[in-house]
């Protein structure tokens, strides 16, 4: 059973910036197009970065030009640097695989105060 630890999160003035981590107990980055999911009080999870195989990064346009993902697939670990972070983007963030067959991990809280 793969595991998925994420790290990194906490809270930042609005502006201020995070690098979150995610770290797989098996090597799956090499066969699956990985992702960064976030979910904020209220909604439903979504899906916010997905780097693929061949290292091509995805963002949703709600994060595009402040976020960047990033893969080390030799240590099993996944990375989002966020940089000038909204309130909008508080939301507890995971990492899973493009086709979520992975249980989800605990997850790190991000908290942009205005």
């Known amino acids: 059973q793969v595991q998925l630890v994420e790290s990194g999160g906490g809270l930042v003035q609005a502006g201020g910036s995070l690098r979150l981590s995610c770290v797989a107990s098996r090597s799956i980055f090499r066969i699956h197009t990985m992702g960064w999911y976030r979910q904020a009080p209220g909604k439903q999870r979504e899906l916010v970065a997905a780097?693929?195989?061949?290292?091509?990064?995805n963002y949703a346009d709600s994060v595009k030009g402040r976020f960047t993902i990033s893969r080390d697939t030799a240590k099993n670990t996944m990375h989002l640097q966020m940089n000038s972070l909204k309130p909008e983007d508080t939301a507890v963030y995971y990492c899973n695989a493009d086709t979520i067959e992975y249980p989800w991990g605990q997850g790190t809280q991000v908290t942009v105060s205005s």
């Open positions: 780097i693929t195989t061949g290292g091509s990064p």
